[in-house]
C-alpha cells in the first residue's frame, strides 16, 4: 500500500509559476501510474495529468496542456506538477493518485491547496 503527500500549494499572483510535489511512501513508488486532479469549490474533481510508471507516457486535460508539464523521479519516490502562466480559474485543491495503470488509482493523497490572484 503506498501512502501520498502533496506539497508546494501556496498563494500565486496570476501569472506565475507553482511546483506541486507528491512524495509515496510504503511501496515500490515505481509501481504505480500517477495522476493528479484538482477540485475547486462547488465543481467537480477535474482530470490534471498523469504519467505512467517509467514516466515514459503523459496526459493532460487538453486545456492545461502547454501550462502544466507533469514528471517523475523514480529515485526520489516523487511525481511533480510544473504549472506555469497560472489563472484565477486554476485555484483548487490539488491531489495526486496512484494506482496500477492510468487512469485506475486506488490511492489519494489528502491535497494541497492552490490559489492564484489576479
Known amino acids: 500500500q503506498v501512502q501520498l503527500v502533496e506539497s508546494g500549494g501556496g498563494l500565486v499572483q496570476a501569472g506565475g509559476s507553482l511546483r506541486l510535489s507528491c512524495a509515496a511512501s510504503g511501496a515500490t513508488f515505481s509501481s504505480y501510474a500517477v495522476g493528479w486532479f484538482r477540485q475547486a469549490p462547488g465543481k467537480e474533481r477535474q482530470f490534471v495529468a498523469s504519467?505512467?510508471?517509467?514516466?515514459?507516457?503523459?496526459h493532460y486535460t487538453g486545456t492545461l496542456k502547454g501550462r502544466f508539464t507533469i514528471s517523475r523521479d523514480n529515485a526520489k519516490n516523487t511525481v511533480y506538477l510544473q504549472m506555469s502562466s497560472l489563472k484565477p480559474e486554476d485555484t483548487a485543491v490539488y491531489y495526486c493518485?496512484?494506482?496500477?495503470?492510468?487512469?485506475?488509482?486506488?490511492?489519494w493523497g489528502q491535497g494541497t491547496q492552490v490559489t492564484v490572484s489576479s
Open positions: 504519467i505512467a510508471r517509467s514516466g515514459g507516457t503523459t
Open positions: 493518485a496512484a494506482g496500477d495503470y492510468l487512469g485506475s488509482y486506488g490511492y
